[in-house]
């Protein structure tokens, strides 16, 4: 077999494993396996009582020497009533270390001027990546509590994501973080703009649940508790600590590209997940991204670090390393990649 026709062979049979996840008859065979009918469906009217505060965070890496590399993090709200922004704050750019191994100072540091205690179980992963996105988390709950402690009753709270922690040392806090929510009567949710979540055995559950939804007939905008069906979620994470909502699949307004997976607090009642809908469905007609809350998008386009960040960052470090005693050489033998030479041919 020649090296055309092993790339071929490769391309078919990543095909088939997507089509194997993605049968033809999806809807049909996530009907049967949930029991899901058209009054499954709840229609959500789109109406806001009060103001929609959405938070999101970014990380990068900027430089990585292999025994630990420097990320760049931070974490923005954007708050809404209607097509008015009320604020928008962004938390200074942090730069740390993020080195694998055993703890994390800055971690530590930054947990700490959060939370004002240390986190309970230190940051040990292995993947400098894995470990700039709990920083990053650290300031996103960070941001949410600020905002659980300032909205009033009614409003809601928009995370990026899940209410899954990624890391054991966020567990109380998220918790914390919902009893303010309760405590406050603030409402609060997650949006998950692409999820793992699957059902029987490895099939994607949002496309199973808008394919049904289609075949049904349901009119937009609507959502669907795929939690109602017992043992329809495949479930990989067993530690108690990492799930804590209710799991749902929507799609917030006709025009939607797609359906979005939205967890809200197991606790809710019928009346408050209703609420949270018609709040998310009101600000998901924006032209942009239509179907997307917008003052998620909002916070992300803000929040964003972009390319010159990076090389600003980069800059600075280059200059203090200066100050230091340290030049060129000495920055090109730690964080020298020749893929950086690779790039210009």
Same mark, same amino acid.
């Given at each position: 077999?020649?090296?055309? =026709?092993?790339?071929?062979?490769?391309?078919?049979?990543?095909?088939?494993?997507?089509?194997?996840?993605?049968?033809? @008859?999806?809807?049909? !065979? $996530?009907?049967?396996?949930?029991?899901?009918?058209?009054?499954?469906?709840?229609?959500?009217?789109?109406?806001?009582?009060?103001?929609?505060?959405?938070?999101?965070?970014?990380?990068?890496?900027?430089?990585? +020497?292999?025994?630990?590399?420097?990320?760049?993090?931070?974490?923005?709200?954007? *708050?809404?009533?209607?097509?008015?922004?009320?604020?928008?704050?962004?938390?200074?750019?942090?730069?740390?270390?993020?080195?694998?191994?055993?703890?994390?100072? #800055? $971690? #530590?540091?930054?947990?700490? =001027?959060? $939370?004002?205690?240390?986190?309970?179980?230190?940051? #040990?992963?292995?993947?400098?990546?894995?470990?700039?996105?709990?920083?990053?988390?650290?300031?996103?709950?960070?941001?949410?509590?600020?905002?659980?402690?300032?909205?009033?009753?009614?409003?809601?709270?928009?995370?990026?994501?899940?209410?899954?922690?990624?890391?054991?040392?966020?567990?109380?806090?998220?918790?914390?973080?919902?009893?303010?929510?309760?405590?406050?009567?603030?409402?609060?949710?997650?949006?998950?703009?692409?999820?793992?979540?699957?059902?029987?055995?490895?099939?994607?559950?949002?496309?199973?649940?808008?394919?049904?939804?289609? #075949?049904?007939?349901?009119?937009?905008?609507?959502?669907?508790?795929?939690? *109602?069906?017992?043992?329809?979620?495949?479930?990989?994470?067993?530690?108690?600590?990492?799930?804590?909502?209710? !799991?749902?699949? *929507?799609?917030?307004?006709?025009?939607?590209?797609?359906?979005?997976?939205?967890?809200?607090?197991?606790?809710?009642?019928?009346?408050?997940?209703?609420?949270?809908?018609?709040?998310?469905?009101? $600000?998901?007609?924006?032209?942009?991204?239509?179907?997307?809350?917008?003052?998620?998008?909002?916070?992300?386009?803000?929040?964003?670090?972009?390319?010159? +960040?990076?090389?600003?960052?980069?800059? @600075?470090?280059?200059?203090?390393? @200066?100050?230091?005693?340290?030049?060129?050489? =000495?920055?090109?033998?730690?964080?020298?990649?020749?893929? @950086?030479?690779?790039?210009?041919?």
């Amino acid at each position: 077999m020649d090296r055309r =026709d092993l790339y071929q062979d490769a391309i078919r049979r990543v095909a088939g494993r997507i089509r194997e996840s993605a049968p033809e @008859d999806l809807a049909g !065979q $996530f009907s049967v396996c949930s029991g899901f009918d058209a009054s499954s469906y709840h229609r959500c009217r789109p109406g806001s009582g009060g103001a929609v505060c959405a938070v999101d965070g970014s990380n990068t890496i900027v430089l990585d +020497a292999g025994s630990f590399a420097v990320a760049a993090v931070r974490a923005s709200v954007s *708050a809404y009533a209607g097509s008015t922004r009320l604020y928008h704050r962004t938390t200074p750019l942090q730069v740390v270390t993020v080195n694998p191994g055993a703890g994390n100072e #800055d $971690f #530590d540091t930054l947990f700490h =001027d959060c $939370f004002h205690c240390p986190p309970k179980v230190h940051l #040990d992963h292995d993947d400098p990546v894995r470990n700039t996105a709990v920083i990053r988390d650290t300031l996103e709950y960070w941001a949410a509590m600020e905002m659980a402690a300032e909205l009033d009753t009614g409003d809601l709270i928009v995370l990026d994501g899940t209410l899954q922690v990624r890391h054991a040392s966020h567990d109380e806090v998220i918790e914390n973080l919902l009893n303010l929510c309760n405590l406050r009567g603030v409402l609060i949710a997650a949006v998950t703009k692409r999820t793992s979540l699957t059902w029987g055995g490895g099939h994607p559950i949002v496309p199973a649940a808008e394919g049904l939804a289609r #075949d049904l007939g349901v009119p937009e905008p609507w959502y669907l508790c795929v939690s *109602a069906a017992e043992g329809l979620i495949d479930r990989r994470e067993t530690r108690p600590w990492k799930q804590r909502g209710e !799991q749902y699949v *929507a799609r917030l307004h006709p025009r939607a590209q797609r359906a979005f997976k939205v967890e809200i607090p197991k606790y809710y009642s019928p009346e408050m997940v209703e609420r949270v809908f018609s709040a998310l469905a009101f $600000f998901a007609d924006d032209g942009r991204v239509t179907g997307y809350p917008y003052p998620l998008l909002d916070a992300h386009l803000t929040t964003k670090i972009g390319r010159d +960040a990076v090389g600003q960052v980069r800059q @600075d470090i280059i200059r203090g390393m @200066d100050l230091l005693g340290m030049n060129l050489a =000495d920055y090109t033998g730690i964080f020298g990649d020749y893929h @950086d030479e690779f790039d210009r041919y």
